[in-house]
């Protein structure tokens, strides 16, 4: 199993879900996040001052997939976020030793 965990710009989050789900994925947690990469924010000015914006708004999403569909699910979240503009975001993948669905007990590859 893996962990993908995609950070994306918070308008492109329904067109990813919607990927998501052509492909058959159908459970995703989403977190509100903020953060900044190579772009080191923006300034912005308000009531004639200047100041800096260095944590941009970001949406975090995971989810956890069978190895089988993982690489399918990468290439989904990176063509529905991609608008080719500096603070896309990034996808990091790691392995998943198990899991445990808590209602029933169902384990692994079932509890996903």
Do not use: C, N
Request: proline share 2%; charged share 30%.
């Amino acid at each position: 199993m893996k962990k993908i965990e995609a950070i994306i710009k918070p308008f492109k989050l329904d067109e990813v879900k919607e990927a998501l789900h052509e492909i058959g994925v159908s459970g995703i947690t989403v977190t509100e996040a903020k953060g900044f990469g190579r772009q080191k924010g923006h300034t912005e000015l308000y009531r004639g001052a200047e100041y800096v914006v260095d944590f941009l708004p970001k949406v975090k999403l995971e989810v956890v997939v069978s190895d089988g569909i993982a690489e399918r699910v990468i290439e989904a979240i990176g063509a529905a976020s991609q608008t080719g503009r500096i603070g896309d975001g990034k996808i990091f993948v790691s392995s998943i030793e198990t899991a445990l669905r808590i209602r029933t007990g169902e384990r692994d590859d079932d509890a996903i």
